[in-house]
């Protein structure tokens, strides 16, 4: 690495004014300024003018200095790490920022990764008319689910509240669980048994699942509809899905889920929010 020194006597190594260098890294005379202030980035200084003079070998020093800023060491810490640690410390510190950068580089993916997938859902509904029935394509999914604790007296989301909490905070909690988009599955079992309470919490993502926290989804095909929450025959969709599913000898591989996405106001200001509902399906054997 650079060194970070001064070397007031090699003018013809240090010749480089501090507009000059300033320009070469991109950055402020003022910044440069503060950096020699703090004693972690020197240049030579003339004694005859008080000029600043800097090396092209430390345009590295800059960087790195600004990487580990950004990486988020204070600058002391910088200036202890240039004084005083070996070189063991640095590449301790540094592979720690670096675990960190990868944890939030984590989080930042699995925030973009939320998004397209909510945008994905959204999308759909401009391609089928609501409430009729159609088969997709899915593209992969991972699963993360919450079980509900009483299941049987979980009808509506006011019953769900602190399942709902339990679910949320979990997903906080575990850089590998995603918040959005959310919702709810019955059990198909339920459903032939027109028992329409929920049983999970879920969450999905276009993360690869962990086999952990997050699980494959059941199957690739998805018998699917769309609703919004205005609509008052979501039990007849219900049963529109099991008919459909006998008539085309097909299998259920999965509970239907039941996912509320994004709360909009309409121009009479009625409150709204999509529902897409799905059932992972199969050939009958």
């Known amino acids: 690495m650079?060194?970070?020194?001064?070397?007031?006597?090699?003018?013809?190594?240090?010749?480089?004014?501090?507009?000059?260098?300033?320009?070469?890294?991109?950055?402020?005379?003022?910044?440069?300024?503060?950096?020699?202030?703090?004693?972690?980035l020197m240049p030579r200084v003339d004694e005859s003018n008080g000029y600043h003079y800097y090396s092209a070998s430390q345009i590295s020093s800059f960087f790195?200095?600004?990487?580990?800023?950004?990486?988020?060491?204070?600058?002391?810490?910088?200036?202890?790490?240039?004084?005083?640690?070996?070189?063991?410390?640095?590449?301790?510190?540094?592979?720690?920022?670096?675990?960190?950068?990868?944890?939030?580089?984590?989080?930042?993916?699995?925030?973009?990764?939320?998004?397209?997938?909510?945008?994905?859902?959204?999308?759909?509904?401009?391609?089928?008319?609501?409430?009729?029935?159609?088969?997709?394509?899915?593209?992969?999914?991972?699963?993360?689910k919450t079980p509900i604790k009483n299941k049987d007296f979980a009808h509506h989301t006011a019953d769900i509240a602190e399942d709902i909490s339990e679910h949320l905070k979990k997903a906080v909690d575990k850089d590998s669980l995603s918040i959005f988009p959310t919702g709810v599955t019955i059990s198909y079992e339920d459903l032939v048994k027109k028992h329409y309470v929920y049983n999970n919490i879920i969450s999905l993502s276009f993360l690869p699942a962990d086999n952990i926290d997050t699980f494959p989804a059941e199957g690739r095909i998805a018998l699917c509809c769309h609703?919004?929450?205005?609509?008052?025959?979501?039990?007849?969709?219900?049963?529109?899905?099991?008919?459909?599913?006998?008539?085309?000898?097909?299998?259920?591989?999965?509970?239907?889920?039941?996912?509320s996405l994004i709360n909009l106001y309409d121009k009479e200001k009625e409150h709204t929010y999509f529902k897409y509902l799905f059932i992972y399906v199969e050939p009958e054997s």
């Open 2 to 40: 650079t060194t970070f020194y001064n070397y007031k006597n090699d003018q013809q190594e240090y010749s480089l004014t501090v507009s000059q260098f300033a320009k070469l890294c991109g950055t402020t005379r003022d910044t440069l300024r503060h950096y020699y202030e703090q004693d972690i």
């Open 64 to 144: 790195f200095i600004s990487t580990m800023r950004q990486a988020g060491c204070s600058i002391p810490e910088i200036r202890d790490l240039i004084h005083n640690s070996s070189r063991e410390a640095i590449e301790r510190l540094t592979n720690s920022k670096i675990l960190e950068m990868q944890r939030e580089l984590y989080r930042i993916n699995k925030k973009i990764s939320a998004l397209h997938l909510g945008m994905w859902i959204l999308g759909e509904f401009g391609g089928h008319k609501k409430g009729s029935l159609f088969l997709q394509t899915m593209p992969e999914i991972s699963t993360s």
């Open 227 to 259: 609703q919004d929450n205005l609509s008052k025959d979501i039990e007849k969709t219900y049963q529109k899905m099991l008919s459909y599913i006998k008539k085309n000898r097909l299998k259920a591989c999965s509970d239907l889920y039941v996912i």
